[in-house]
């Protein structure tokens, strides 16, 4: 059974970085797809950004373009999120997690199998 654990939240300044981990145990040979959402209270879970198993693609949402990058390490036993220039709207916790290969868009939460608890990002002066 995979388990996800994610860290590296926090608090931070506009304009301020944070590098967000997430640790993947068990089987991973069928994971297709590693992405980052984030959730902010009231507000529905959003994808951030996401990369495939090969690590050819990756994709990211229109509001972190550009300022957020996602890779993996370990051999894909970690996925990491680098995020820069951040910005108040950026607030909200953290997730990651893995899916299968399927037809969905990746931005779909439901076409994931495997969730993390989440680590809490506030961005505030």
């Known amino acids: 059974q995979v388990q996800l654990m994610e860290s590296g939240g926090g608090s931070v300044q506009p304009g301020g970085s944070l590098k967000l981990s997430c640790v993947i145990s068990g089987p991973i040979d069928q994971i297709y797809i590693f992405t980052w959402f984030r959730q902010a209270p009231g507000e529905e879970r959003e994808a951030v950004a996401g990369?495939?198993?090969?690590?050819?693609?990756?994709r990211y949402s229109d509001p972190v373009r550009g300022r957020f990058t996602i890779s993996q390490e370990n051999s894909k036993r970690a996925l990491i999120l680098q995020m820069n220039d951040l910005k108040p709207e950026d607030t909200a916790m953290y997730y990651c997690a893995t899916g299968p290969r399927l037809g969905s868009p990746w931005t779909m939460p439901i076409r994931y199998n495997n969730w993390g608890h989440g680590t809490q990002v506030t961005v505030s002066s």
């Open positions: 990369i495939w198993a090969d690590g050819t693609i990756s």
